[in-house]
């Protein structure tokens, strides 16, 4: 692609966000629920887009990259029923959030709108289209999509149906979701830092820092999926045994599987016996010189697979050192009876999430329903954790008057008294 269709399309994307954020929520709605219902509709043709994609993947990718590659009818009723919440949920767009009177006459509002433009590179994973599509038609943005090669034809098949959406409602802006194919695609969308807003990476380490380096737009995201859960001194047998063990092996290829458990010293008898359990569903283990399994090589490691870094150690102190230091500040959790543990570690793990007698699998927007999610984010200015729609929106301040002045408010030493301020917050 030159550089001038480029700059066409991203043109095209930022005069389709500026229709988007004035569509009623009425309209929105009528459109995420015909979504819903094409997503279900089109499964079939959806499935053999992805086998496709599966055979030519079958022997290049790694068998985390592949599991999430792989689309099957549960995981299609699950993106159906999550454009369903989507599209129920209120508005996110023109909400009021504050509302002050400044001076008799003088009103602020504060508002909601949308980003804008935003573009998402991921890999892998093509269930990511009508996830982020739906959040962002919900929340009035366009989206710029890159996907990996490895799902093309499920990326594809999935953006014909926006194509028929796009026909069927004829107020939706043609470039509202545009998708691109080539790598080099990415290099050139990192230049429009004057068109797009926002930029969300999904996908590995490399991935994530690569794009960091190489643009000037905000980046929105994570880098690690380094999670851990401490199982304290106090904890209940039967509760850390199902906790640990769907944390690690339910979908261990993605971010929020637990990839480290810290144990207290008081439970290594314990321990051993869950260890037998975790290695029975085929989960090596690796550790400290207390574990008696091959050492880690860096506490700092996300597996993605069926493998768990273990150490045993002394304290909730030591736990939350460690986490603190060796962790991606996604999701971390703790497993214990005592309040006053649990209140230490909420207060003391600086992490996005943070679970207590819970599997860390649950960091999810859907599951924390918000219907889908455009990834989660580990930062700590604008949005963090799972980001739904609430993390799509931005503010805009309203001023309206009746021929307000400042220099009604400035003395000007000639005698001139200066209007006071009121600063009365109303109702919202």
């Given at each position: 692609m030159t550089d001038r269709q480029m700059r066409r399309k991203m043109q095209n994307a930022a005069t389709a966000a500026l229709r988007l954020a004035t569509l009623s929520a009425s309209q929105k709605k009528r459109v995420l629920d015909?979504?819903?219902?094409?997503?279900?509709?089109?499964?079939?043709?959806?499935?053999?887009?992805?086998?496709?994609?599966?055979?030519?993947?079958?022997k290049s990718l790694s068998p985390p990259m592949f599991a999430r590659l792989k689309l099957d009818e549960a995981k299609i009723k699950t993106l159906r029923d999550g454009i369903l919440e989507v599209a129920k949920a209120p508005d996110p767009v023109h909400r009021v959030v504050d509302r002050m009177e400044l001076d008799r006459g003088l009103w602020l509002e504060k508002r909601t709108v949308p980003i804008g433009v935003i573009a998402v590179i991921f890999e892998s994973r093509p269930d990511v289209i009508p996830q982020?599509?739906?959040?962002?038609?919900?929340?009035?943005?366009?989206?710029?999509?890159?996907?990996?090669?490895?799902?093309?034809?499920?990326?594809?098949?999935?953006?014909?149906?926006?194509?028929?959406?796009?026909?069927?409602?004829?107020?939706?802006?043609?470039?509202?979701?545009?998708?691109?194919?080539?790598?080099?695609?990415?290099?050139?969308?990192?230049?429009?830092?004057?068109?797009?807003?926002?930029?969300?990476?999904?996908?590995?380490?490399?991935?994530?820092?690569?794009?960091?380096?190489?643009?000037?737009i905000p980046v929105l995201g994570h880098a690690d999926g380094v999670c851990h859960l401490y199982w304290d001194k106090s904890a209940d047998f039967a509760t850390v045994r199902r906790v640990v063990?769907?944390?690690?092996?339910?979908?261990?290829?993605?971010?929020?599987?637990?990839?480290t458990l810290l144990v207290h010293k008081s439970r290594m008898r314990e321990l051993r016996e869950l260890l037998?359990?975790?290695?029975?569903?085929?989960?090596?283990?690796?550790?400290?010189?207390?574990?008696?399994?091959?050492?880690?090589?860096?506490?700092?490691?996300?597996?993605?697979?069926?493998?768990?870094?273990?150490?045993?150690?002394?304290?909730?102190?030591?736990?939350i050192d460690h986490i603190n230091r060796y962790g991606s500040h996604h999701t971390d959790g703790i497993l214990t009876r005592d309040p006053r543990a649990q209140a230490k570690f909420l207060a003391g793990v600086d992490s996005a999430t943070l679970a207590v007698n819970a599997s860390t699998r649950f960091a999810d927007g859907y599951r924390f329903g918000m219907g889908a999610e455009v990834g989660i984010s580990t930062n700590k200015i604008h949005a963090r954790g799972p980001v739904g729609v609430e993390g799509l929106v931005t503010h805009q301040y309203i001023l309206v008057g009746k021929g307000h002045i400042v220099s009604d408010y400035v003395a000007n030493g000639k005698g001139h008294v200066a209007r006071r301020f009121i600063h009365r917050r109303v109702n919202r």
């Open positions: 015909r979504f819903a219902n094409l997503v279900w509709a089109e499964r079939a043709t959806l499935l053999r887009s992805n086998k496709k994609d599966l055979y030519r993947a079958e982020i599509l739906s959040l962002f038609l919900k929340s009035g943005n366009a989206g710029l999509l890159k996907g990996g090669r490895e799902a093309r034809e499920t990326n594809r098949a999935f953006m014909k149906i926006i194509e028929r959406l796009n026909r069927e409602f004829d107020f939706l802006p043609a470039s509202w979701a545009q998708l691109f194919l080539e790598r080099r695609d990415v290099e050139q969308i990192l230049k429009h830092d004057e068109t797009v807003n926002l930029v969300i990476p999904r996908g590995s380490n490399a991935l994530v820092r690569s794009i960091m380096r190489k643009t000037k063990i769907d944390a690690k092996t339910q979908y261990p290829a993605v971010c929020n599987a637990v990839e037998r359990d975790l290695e029975r569903r085929e989960v090596k283990i690796f550790g400290d010189s207390m574990v008696g399994a091959p050492r880690v090589r860096d506490w700092h490691t996300e597996y993605g697979d069926l493998a768990l870094s273990v150490r045993v150690v002394k304290s909730l102190d030591e736990a």
